[in-house]
């Protein structure tokens, strides 16, 4: 079976780093054979070019790097009707629980989209638009969602569900 290396970065304005770590593991070990190979802390850029605080996760998996990038993106938003308290919405039908990137470091090269590119990089970034057939956010989340839904136990969908309400629970606290 092929086995690819990913880098997964982890950004959470609110500091709740374990919570995502948890999450990201559970998902990582139900959808394939994944072993975490590195946990470490690290930079990543930012929206408009700055830096943040970034877990950095580097896994050996099966699951190819796509599929994990499509995981990601489940774990990164949150659709309204999968939260049981859902007010932190605001009115809107999505919220972004985390920022979660993911690096194909098995290919090295570009990205299709510009800002993404980098001469000489070891790694490439997997953009969410390049990973659907479509454009809208708001069906990349919901096919993101339901790509964890059909690859994920029921266990693992019910713990990762647990830890949000919870992350919930603590935002609506500031």
């Known amino acids: 079976m092929k086995k690819y290396i990913v880098e997964i970065h982890c950004f959470d304005a609110n500091g709740y780093y374990d919570m995502h770590f948890k999450r ?5 070990r139900s959808i394939g054979e994944s072993k975490l190979l590195e946990k470490k802390w690290g930079r990543s850029t930012a929206i408009g070019g700055s830096w943040a605080l970034s877990l950095i996760l580097k896994y050996e998996t099966t699951v190819p790097p796509l599929d994990v990038k499509k995981a990601m993106i489940g774990l ?3 659709l309204k009707e999968d939260v049981a308290d859902n007010e932190i919405f605001n009115g809107n039908t999505f919220f972004r629980i985390a920022d979660i990137d993911v690096y194909d470091v098995s290919e090295k090269g570009s990205s299709k989209r510009g800002f993404l ?10 953009d969410k638009f390049e990973i659907f ?6 069906e990349i989340i919901r096919l993101g969602r339901d790509f964890l839904r059909k690859r994920v136990s029921k266990d693992v969908l019910k713990s990762c569900k647990d830890i949000e309400q919870k992350i919930i629970n603590e935002c609506k606290l500031f």
Do not use: Q
């Open 24 to 28: 990201i593991d559970m998902v990582m």
């Open 76 to 78: 990164e938003y949150l």
């Open 133 to 138: 057939a479509t454009s809208r956010l708001d």
């Open 117 to 126: 590119f980098r001469k000489g990089a070891k790694k490439r970034k997997l």
